[in-house]
């Protein structure tokens, strides 16, 4: 069973900080994905990472994967409000599965 | 295309009766599947479909839990003498790619509680 491990479990921060969030496995992924789940609402896919290495931009958020492609950090430039929500990453297991793995998510609190 | 939807988005049910959930993907995404998420959680696989065909089912889904996707289309996943350990969102997501690197479209899910 492959498992991603994410941290912290819980944020709290005030608006205009700065905050990292992290993606961990002893397996190697040949993907992975970040998405943010808002209360009584489904997932919704925010980027894949593909390369070991990859950087992807996507406005304040900056996802990382892990040259070894076995984690992946997302950080979050002056949080907002708008920006809480359940973060989720999920991983495409190597060797072609065709379904993802997720993890338990780091829940985002951001205080006006 | 309005994205995935799921019906009812909630549910509550005496322990004991069945019940059934619908999904309609989008409508060009041959690759459909089940998750289930409890609280505090991310979502457990359940199953999947590549057009009618059920390719994997998790061993999380016990005898009491099926799924169909007649024709290929929308698809249904029926719990059957359901128990309180039961009660969480199931979701329901599609790809219109067999590589799990494409990434999902989730539609709402439905809440189940089993009183």
């Known amino acids: 069973t492959q498992l991603l491990e994410q941290s912290p479990q819980f944020l709290s921060i005030q608006e205009g900080e700065n905050l990292t969030v992290y993606c961990n496995s002893s397996?190697?992924?040949?993907?992975l994905q970040w998405y943010r789940q808002e209360p009584g609402e489904g997932p919704v896919l925010l980027v894949t990472?593909?390369?070991?290495?990859e950087v992807k931009k996507l406005k304040r958020l900056t996802f990382q994967f892990g040259d070894a492609r076995k984690d992946s950090s997302l950080h979050i430039t002056a949080a907002q409000p708008g920006d809480t929500g359940l973060y989720l990453c999920?991983?495409?297991?190597?060797?072609?599965?065709?379904?993802?793995?997720f993890g338990k998510g780091t829940k985002l609190t951001v205080n006006p | 295309d309005t994205g995935v939807s799921q019906n009812p988005r909630h549910k509550i049910t005496k322990r004991g009766q069945n019940v059934t959930f619908r999904c309609d993907p989008i409508?060009?995404?041959?690759?459909l599947y089940w998750y289930r998420q409890t609280l505090g959680q991310g979502p457990e696989f359940l199953t999947y479909?590549?057009?009618?065909?059920?390719?994997?089912k998790s061993r999380l889904l016990s005898d009491r839990f099926s799924a169909e996707r007649p024709k290929g289309s929308f698809s249904t996943l029926e719990i059957q003498r359901t128990e309180q350990g039961d009660s969480a969102m199931y979701l329901c997501?599609?790809?219109?790619?067999?590589?799990?690197?494409?990434?999902?479209?989730f539609g709402s899910g439905t809440r189940l509680t089993v009183v």
């Open positions: 997501a599609s790809s219109p790619r067999t590589e799990a690197n494409y990434g999902y479209t």
């Open positions: 397996s190697v992924f040949s993907s």
């Open positions: 990472v593909v390369t070991g290495g």
């Open positions: 999920a991983g495409a297991p190597q060797g072609g599965s065709e379904k993802l793995v």
């Open positions: 409508s060009e995404h041959n690759r």
């Open positions: 479909f590549q057009n009618e065909a059920q390719l994997e």
